[in-house]
């Protein structure tokens, strides 16, 4: 007994830090990707950020292109996953993709570091070429709900759907850049906004004003 | 007067390519910035796209930082002329609302690389952080007429008028990743789009609708 404990403390140190399992190393990682660039960031880089070794980094995981990869699958997991879900699934269009988006909103604050990363690619490898092309897949379907919610006379005909669709994404993304959990404002209220504002739009009916 | 011409000639010669000048040296620059990044991009590296010599660059403007500020300058002063333009400064503000938005919609695509390199400014040097307050600047007096118009009761009221801008922003700044001079839709016509889903809204109320 005393034996296998030693012997377990022992492979514990070798892998450095207790307490360090490959997930609290790729969440570090990502956050020296988001900060100095996926390029810029040497395995030294990430070995001094998270206070181990580089070869006690290989024990949690191959490579640096690993770590990538299993960092845009997180944000690109969850993602897809909506599209699964019953709210995206059944209904209406326009009800549809009013869940999808408050649903994008949700997954991109839960995993902010990941889709940040996600939305930073470029297409520098092959790695970051399949994210782009699921991230691509992911938006063509939802812009295929727009067409849908357009064509049933729920949402308006007059923006055509790739347009409406670049417009959405382009205010989803952007939280990113912006968004800090411990501000002000919560995710639910920041979804309801930016439906509220693309869904019924910011400019009151005259009867509606207070002048 | 030949020897004047002669002379014309060699100092032509001696800038490099003849028909270059500093806006079109400029114009080059930042397409390669745009391209590589400020940061890698290496004067030799201009010289290369430009067809000419390190030293024919330097008759035309002092340094890369110089090359930089000068396309930064040149994407701010567009936006913050909007701001002094007769629609942004009379007339309710909703209305200047919409018009300085439309305006910078306009602005965006006419100088669309300029506004993609400030877009993209981090602020790792003097030059770029005097750029961000600028923009920063500009992006506060939206955020005023935003809440001014709240306050008018001609926009809403229940969305926080730096989220509104914020939301905005994010819209309007997402253009530059997908916007294509030659595609299919026209600047006004993007603008147009623009301001009817953020202002009026995507969802047809439901007399409006075919079903």
């Not at 990430?46 to 206070?51: F, K």
Request: charged share 25%; hydrophobic share 40%; proline share 3%.
């Amino acid at each position: 007994m005393l034996e296998q404990s030693l012997s377990r403390a022992n492979a514990a140190k070798r892998r450095g830090r207790p307490g360090y399992d490959q997930k609290s190393v790729l969440k570090i990682a990502v956050d020296v990707f988001n900060k100095h660039g996926f390029e810029a960031t040497s395995m030294a880089v990430l070995a001094d950020n998270l206070g181990i070794s580089k070869s006690a980094i290989y024990h949690h995981v191959p490579s640096k292109g690993d770590l990538l990869r299993l960092a845009l699958d997180r944000a690109l997991d969850g993602l897809e996953a909506i599209l699964t879900e019953p709210g995206a699934c059944q209904g209406r269009a326009d009800d549809r993709l009013e869940y999808v988006l408050r649903r994008t909103v949700d997954v991109m604050l839960d995993e902010l570091p990941f889709v940040t990363l996600l939305l930073r690619v470029r297409g520098n490898t092959e790695i970051e070429r399949v994210a782009m092309t699921r991230r691509r897949e992911f938006n063509s379907r939802v812009t295929k709900l727009v067409e849908t919610a357009s064509t049933e006379g729920s949402i308006r005909s007059d923006i055509d759907p790739a347009i409406t669709s670049r417009l959405l994404f382009g205010t989803i993304n952007s939280i990113v850049d912006w968004y800090r959990p411990q501000g002000a404002i919560t995710a639910t209220k920041l979804a309801d906004d930016l439906i509220t504002m693309t869904f019924d739009g910011l400019r009151l009916p005259a009867a509606a004003r207070a002048s």
